[in-house]
């Protein structure tokens, strides 16, 4: 009996360790801004949530992700799985310098959209042909994906300068 209470209780030691992590591992960005689409009478309403997060190997591009977000009690307690639908939007802000060596398909972005199993992506490719870098955004999980996608390029111009 006494292997029971230890296994189950390590069970729930596993589950808190794993909520705590996925909690502190979202990453930080910039809302912009949230509209209600579905009204829950308990807890958060369901909305469709845009972010700004800026390219972390491109200087002087940007971009922004809207996505849905689940609300009601699981919403409110980080449980809820979210649904694939994203769409995402990159500008050029100012003069583009590349920051470090990048592969095509590499991450930019990803964001949990359940508690274990379902991330959010974007990922950057570079069409040297035409000059242009390409956001593709996407939802994935463990067993399978999503082909629900969204892309935005970005033309690497001359910025004017003062």
Known sequence: MKKVGLAAGAIVLLMVVIFVVWIFSRPERGTTGAVSTNFRWLGPN?????????D?????????ISR???????????????TS??????????????LAEFKDGEQV????????????????????????LVYVSYSERVMTGSPK?????????NWPGP
Do not use: W, Y
């Not at 972390?56 to 922004?64: L, N, S, T």
């Open 109 to 132: 972005f990803d964001e949990s959209r359940s508690l274990v199993f379902k991330k959010l992506q974007v990922v950057r490719f570079f069409d040297r042909e035409r000059n242009v």
């Open 68 to 82: 849905a977000a689940t609300g009601g009690v699981k919403g409110a307690l980080g449980v809820a799985e979210d």
């Open 85 to 98: 639908d994203a769409s995402i939007a990159c500008r050029q802000i100012g003069p583009i310098r590349f």
């Open 149 to 157: 996608n969204s892309i935005s390029t970005v033309p690497v111009m």
């Open 46 to 54: 369901d909305k469709i949530v845009v972010d700004g997060f800026n």
């Open 56 to 64: 972390p190997k491109v200087q002087g591009v940007a971009c922004h």
